[in-house]
């Protein structure tokens, strides 16, 4: 088993992570709110946690999926994301990772974790959202998704069998995080819409036991499963990958649509959400894009709700394309304060000023970051201590577990 806590996970799977340097590890880890010292002494916690510690077989699973039609000769049609994969006895959909079993649509990596870890909250991105905490973050193999820029590829295009990978049922997940009192829980890495029933159901009990919950997607999940998700969830984060569909369609293996509609319906349950956009250098980080991106942001979801530009760097199918100028992202982060976002962010550039979070109002710098690193924190119940402008966002945990969706 390897821990990663420099490339942002703990897995338990063949690892490709971002090459590191001394000096970029040091400064990450030092800064963040749960370091590598902390992951480390998880491995007690988690060897002790019978069956923990033992792989395996994920077609041992008989956790029957929840949002599915039977369509009569033993065929049955998935509903949990827009793909509504039509899928055979014996076949799976297109994630991997759920397969008809005799009519019965089941799921193959309910409490099969093969990515750990305690990460920052900042690192999800959550901006607005208990700064300064950390998040037990889980992954399970599998995607609805085939992102050629993906990070991760090496557990979200596998399928679970060929994962290693461990059993972490939701009470010990949960158990975790009140032993470790990191106040929330992040299903994150890979797609966690494709782990949906294990994601509900340790959301569900997180929240018995004072534990939040929040969903770093890509926000490709049909409405139904979304609005009995989010009864359970404290937050989301949606990459909107692009703003073409010719982007989903050739670069991701999905849609824009969908993830627009998706967003809509998360925004009008109240829940605390968030926007990451990856500009990939000649394919979505045009000016004229991103404009009608924050155009369609603000007039559908408000300008309250935060907006992170991040750089991509060369991984997985796209290692042809350079790394993305910092200019670029900060000249979106621009952009989209010019269209009326309130909060833009340049997302994972260290010492940028366009990292902090300003007022809206009155222009006083509310929190400062370095890197995942909190240093000043002037917001207070929930406003600006000079101006008294509310700031949109999750201050306290006690604000976090009172969420209920409109």
Known sequence: MVYNTCAGFFAVSRVRGVKT?????????????CGLVLADSLVGTLAAAEP????TTPRTSSKECMFYTKLGRKNVRCELCPHGCPVP???RGICGVRENRGGVYHTLVYDRICSFNIDPIEKKPFYHYLPGTGAVS??????NFSCKFCQNWSISQARPEKVRHQRLTTRQLVDTAVQRRVPTIAYTYNEPVIFYEYMHDTAKLGRTRNVGSVMVSNGFICEKPMREL????TGVKVDLKAFTEKFYRETCGGALQPVLDNLKVVHSTGIHLEIVVLLIPTLNDG?????????WIVKNLGPDVPVHFSRFHPTYQMKNLPRTPVQTVATAREIATGEGVHYAYVGNVAFHPYGHTYCPNCKTRLIERTGYRIGENLVKDGKCPKCQTKIPGVWSQKQALAFRPN
């Open 21 to 33: 340097t001394r000096r970029e590890f040091v400064k990450r880890t030092a800064g963040a709110a």
């Open 287 to 295: 000016a004229e894009e991103i404009k009608k991106m924050c155009g």
């Open 89 to 91: 006895d014996g076949g």
């Open 52 to 55: 923990i510690g033992t792989p």
């Open 230 to 233: 989010v009864k359970h969830l």
């Open 138 to 143: 889980v992954a399970t193999a599998g995607c």
